[in-house]
């Protein structure tokens, strides 16, 4: 049975971890293990004994070790720092205990074993599907729901603060919409730091002033997913990772201007590649963009660089992601040891930036844009303080004018 939290103990102001609700309880036995507070808070005995089942896992001896280093995506746990030549100055630190989603929310066949049976299995592999209004329906939903969380995690995003906590704060939301995520084995979303490409896994390293962070959100809800992800900054950066992060978000939309009924999905890639090169940046190859619906990658394939052969013409009602990340050095990538995180081979910075798409008669709808409430990129808060600056200084020419 649960007690009541203590005075000053910090757990009324976590949520719970069955309903995500304001807790008022904790587990006695998790805080004589010293596990972390948001493991340990419940808002009502009812909740508590919901999720037993699973709690219970936590007070194992195998659970209580402290955190530990991620191995074979996010399967296996190692007390040691992985044996490898890392190409860049960051390392893995340690991450926590899988963060469980309450069984009442539906969860795709491979939310826990990472094999997607159902997937593979498909034609959709093969053949892009036309969706029905109903599928549109489903995904838009799913997409929106994935910018509301993806803007959450942005406003998280700050010195000190670590991935594992910008995890929490998506899994927090997550459940209180019926949302399961599907980055990967043991977490919610992928924060991908400074050389990191893609996939990276939120883990105990606090984030550091001049950092670059790229955090990729997919929802599964109801049925259907969503995807979307976008790079931002850690206080203040070096000019040129900003440029790098605006140039990548720029090869995005100059992608998504010629999607329409005809174009070529090739030609996604030369769009993307020209204006990389222009600015002295690379493409990576290794990952593509992907048809995207009650499955979460399915045909069409969507690579971002040039001279691909990608194959198919754009056709009203298919949906489909464009993802492209950018390096500053070379386009190739390795992979640690954890078996899912892609780094640059040269250790230099990536960047990377998503949306969902759906082609219309007209030309297409991003189903993952961006809101007014949005927190804004990095350009936008320049721009807004030059033109508060603008408007300051014409409102003291006004009144210098007025005077004379």
């Excluded at 593509?288 to 979460?296: E, P, S, Y």
Aim: proline letters at 6%.
């Amino acid at each position: 049975m649960v007690q009541e939290a203590e005075a000053g103990s910090g757990v009324e102001q976590l949520s719970c971890a069955t309903c995500q609700q304001p807790a008022k309880l904790q587990c006695p036995r998790c805080l004589e293990l010293s596990l972390e507070k948001d493991l340990a808070a419940f808002c009502s005995q009812e909740c508590f004994k919901a999720s037993w089942a699973e709690h219970k896992k936590l007070h194992k001896p195998s659970a209580t070790e402290g955190w530990h280093y991620c191995t074979r995506r996010g399967q296996g746990r190692s007390l040691n720092m992985p044996d490898f030549k890392w190409t860049g100055e960051l390392r893995p630190a340690r991450i926590g205990p899988m963060r469980q989603i309450p069984d009442h929310i539906p969860k795709p066949d491979y939310y826990l074993g990472g094999y997607p049976t159902a997937e593979m299995e498909s034609r959709q592999q093969h053949a892009v599907k036309l969706r029905t209004e109903r599928d549109v329906a489903g995904i838009r939903e799913a997409c929106a729901i994935g910018r509301r969380v993806l803007d959450a995690a942005a406003a998280a995003v700050a010195p000190g603060v670590t991935t594992d906590e910008i995890d929490r704060v998506v899994g927090g939301v997550g459940a209180g919409v019926g949302v399961t995520w599907v980055a990967g084995g043991c977490v919610s979303v992928c924060t991908s730091i400074n050389e990191v490409i893609c996939h990276g896994i939120p883990d105990k390293r606090p984030l550091q002033q001049g950092d670059i962070i790229n955090v990729d959100v997919s929802v599964y809800k109801a049925g259907y997913h969503g995807d979307l992800n976008e790079t931002f900054v850690v206080g203040e950066v070096d000019a040129a990772s900003r440029q790098l992060i605006r140039v990548t978000h720029d090869c995005l939309h100059k992608a998504i201007a010629i999607c329409k009924p005809g174009t070529p999905y090739r030609d996604i890639g030369e769009v993307i590649s020209k204006h990389a090169k222009a600015h002295g940046l690379s493409v990576v190859r290794t990952y593509c963009g992907h048809g995207i619906g009650d499955l979460f990658h399915c045909a069409p394939n969507v690579p971002h660089y040039a001279k691909n052969k990608a194959k198919g013409t754009m056709k009203v009602g298919e949906v489909f992601t464009i993802e492209p990340m950018v390096n500053q050095g070379s386009h190739r990538d390795k992979t640690w040891p954890d078996g899912w995180t892609a780094v640059t081979e040269d250790g230099r910075r990536s960047a990377q930036f998503e949306h969902t798409l759906l082609i219309t008669p007209d030309g297409c709808e991003v189903l993952t844009a961006r809101l007014p409430t949005s927190p804004p990129l990095w350009w936008e808060v320049e721009e807004g303080r030059q033109g508060q600056a603008q408007q300051l200084g014409a409102a003291a020419n006004g009144a210098a004018a007025d005077a004379s």
